[in-house]
C-alpha cells in the first residue's frame, strides 16, 4: 500500500485529526509521508486543515491542497453556489505527482464518502478511479451504527478495499459507546479501532503505533 483515503461517514467526524496522527506516526518511524487534500472548503485565508497536517510532512500548503472554496459546502455545491469550478483530470494529475514524490500519501476527503466533488462523482469514485484503499472514520457516539454501516455498504459496492474504522471520540458519557463497536463488528466483520476523546491533538505513542498498522506498517 502506498496510498490511502481518509473519509468518514459524516462530516466533524475526525479526519484532519486521524492524518495528522497518522502523519505523525509514520514520520516518526522514518517514512517519507505526504498528505494531499483535493478540495478544502470553508476557506477564507488559509486552508485550516491542509496547514494543520502539512506543519508534520513538511510540505507547503500549495502543493498539498488543489483546490479551495469560501463556503463550507461540499466540493460540488461550492461550484454550483461560488462558480468556479476546476479539472478533475488535473486533480488526479496531483495525486499521482506526488505520490511518485513520497513513500507514502494520506489523501484526506471533504464531509462524508459520498459527498459529491463533481455532478455525479463523489469520494468513493475517487477512490476507485485513483484505486486507493479506504480508512473510514466513524463517531463513537449515537447514531454511528446507521451511518457507519450504510458508508461501509457504499464502499463495499463500488468495490474498494476498506483497510479500518476508526471510532473516534470515545468518552464514555454515552451509554450507547458500549455495544457501538460490538455491533460494528458483527455486522461488517471488521473489529473497529476505537480512540478516546483527548485534549489536544497527538494521540498517545501505542495508539499512533495501531493507527499506523492498519495502513500496513
Given at each position: 500500500?502506498?496510498?490511502?483515503l481518509?473519509?468518514?461517514?459524516?462530516?466533524?467526524?475526525?479526519?484532519?485529526?486521524?492524518?495528522?496522527?497518522?502523519?505523525?506516526?509514520?514520520?516518526?518511524m522514518?517514512?517519507?509521508?505526504?498528505?494531499?487534500?483535493?478540495?478544502?472548503?470553508?476557506?477564507?485565508?488559509?486552508?485550516?486543515?491542509?496547514?494543520?497536517?502539512?506543519?508534520?510532512?513538511?510540505?507547503?500548503?500549495?502543493?498539498?491542497?488543489?483546490?479551495?472554496?469560501?463556503?463550507?459546502?461540499?466540493p460540488?455545491?461550492?461550484?454550483?453556489?461560488?462558480?468556479?469550478?476546476?479539472d478533475?483530470?488535473?486533480?488526479?494529475?496531483?495525486?499521482?505527482?506526488?505520490?511518485?514524490?513520497?513513500?507514502?500519501?494520506?489523501?484526506?476527503?471533504?464531509g462524508?464518502?459520498?459527498?459529491?466533488?463533481?455532478?455525479?462523482?463523489?469520494?468513493?469514485?475517487?477512490a476507485?478511479?485513483?484505486?486507493?484503499?479506504?480508512?473510514?472514520?466513524?463517531?463513537?457516539?449515537?447514531g454511528?451504527?446507521?451511518h457507519?454501516?450504510l458508508?461501509?455498504?457504499?464502499?463495499?459496492s463500488?468495490?474498494?478495499?476498506?483497510?479500518?474504522?476508526?471510532m473516534?471520540g470515545?468518552e464514555?458519557?454515552?451509554?450507547?459507546?458500549?455495544?457501538?463497536?460490538?455491533?460494528?463488528?458483527e455486522?461488517?466483520g471488521?473489529?473497529?479501532?476505537?480512540?478516546?476523546?483527548?485534549?489536544?491533538?497527538?494521540?498517545?505513542?501505542?495508539?499512533?503505533?495501531?493507527?499506523?498498522?492498519?495502513?500496513?506498517?
Amino acid at each position: 500500500m502506498r496510498a490511502v483515503l481518509i473519509t468518514a461517514t459524516d462530516t466533524g467526524v475526525g479526519k484532519t485529526f486521524i492524518s495528522y496522527n497518522l502523519a505523525y506516526a509514520l514520520k516518526e518511524m522514518g517514512v517519507r509521508v505526504g498528505y494531499y487534500k483535493p478540495i478544502e472548503t470553508d476557506v477564507r485565508e488559509v486552508p485550516a486543515d491542509g496547514s494543520l497536517v502539512c506543519s508534520v510532512t513538511g510540505q507547503p500548503v500549495e502543493e498539498a491542497v488543489f483546490f479551495t472554496y469560501k463556503l463550507p459546502l461540499s466540493p460540488y455545491a461550492g461550484i454550483l453556489e461560488e462558480g468556479k469550478d476546476f479539472d478533475l483530470s488535473e486533480l488526479k494529475e496531483r495525486f499521482w505527482e506526488l505520490q511518485k514524490r513520497y513513500e507514502f500519501l494520506i489523501v484526506e476527503g471533504a464531509g462524508g464518502v459520498a459527498v459529491p466533488i463533481k455532478k455525479d462523482y463523489d469520494y468513493a469514485d475517487l477512490a476507485r478511479d485513483l484505486n486507493l484503499p479506504i480508512l473510514l472514520v466513524a463517531r463513537a457516539v449515537l447514531g454511528t451504527l446507521n451511518h457507519t454501516y450504510l458508508s461501509y455498504y457504499y464502499i463495499r459496492s463500488k468495490g474498494i478495499d476498506l483497510v479500518g474504522i476508526v471510532m473516534n471520540g470515545f468518552e464514555g458519557k454515552d451509554i450507547s459507546e458500549k455495544t457501538n463497536p460490538l455491533i460494528i463488528k458483527e455486522r461488517t466483520g471488521i473489529e473497529p479501532f476505537c480512540i478516546p476523546r483527548i485534549e489536544g491533538l497527538l494521540l498517545p505513542p501505542d495508539v499512533r503505533k495501531s493507527l499506523a498498522s492498519l495502513v500496513g506498517f
